[in-house]
Nanobody, 123 residues
Framework: QVQLVESGGGLVQAGGSLRLSCAAS?????????MGWFRQAPGKEREFVAS????????YYADSVKGLFTISRDNAKNTVYLQMNSLKPEDTAVYYC???????????????WGQGTQVTVSS
């Protein structure tokens, strides 16, 4: 099992920045583990934000966040980050991190999920 705990969410004004963290633990968290960030706004489906392979050689971003958000990871700390800049009200959502075998851009390949952290961007 892999346990994931997100932190860093909160309320920010449009144009502001937030940095989300996701700390992973568990015996099955290994060098094959890719990580992803997803978000879900009220009444909407969960959508892909960014993903990163263990080695960081493979990184994907949703078109809506390219150039604004940056995903990174510190494998020594078993932690993945999402730096979010120039936030917009439409970025308001619950943000989830996920762990799985590949840095997929859809939720299905990820067997492990955190509980989510709320990000609210005011206009």
């Amino acid at each position: 099992q892999v346990q994931l705990v997100e932190s860093g969410g909160g309320l920010v004004q449009a144009g502001g920045s937030l940095r989300l963290s996701c700390a992973a633990s568990g015996r099955t968290f290994s060098s094959n583990t890719a990580m992803g960030w997803f978000r879900q706004a009220p009444g909407k489906e969960r959508e892909f934000v960014a993903s990163i392979s263990w080695s960081t050689a493979i990184i994907y971003y949703a078109d809506s966040v390219k150039g604004l958000f940056t995903i990174s990871r510190d494998n020594a700390k078993n932690t993945v980050y999402l730096q979010m800049n120039s936030l917009k009200p439409e970025d308001t959502a619950v943000y989830y991190c996920a762990a799985g075998p590949v840095p997929a851009q859809s939720p299905r390949p990820y067997p492990y999920w955190g509980q989510g952290t709320q990000v609210t961007v005011s206009s």
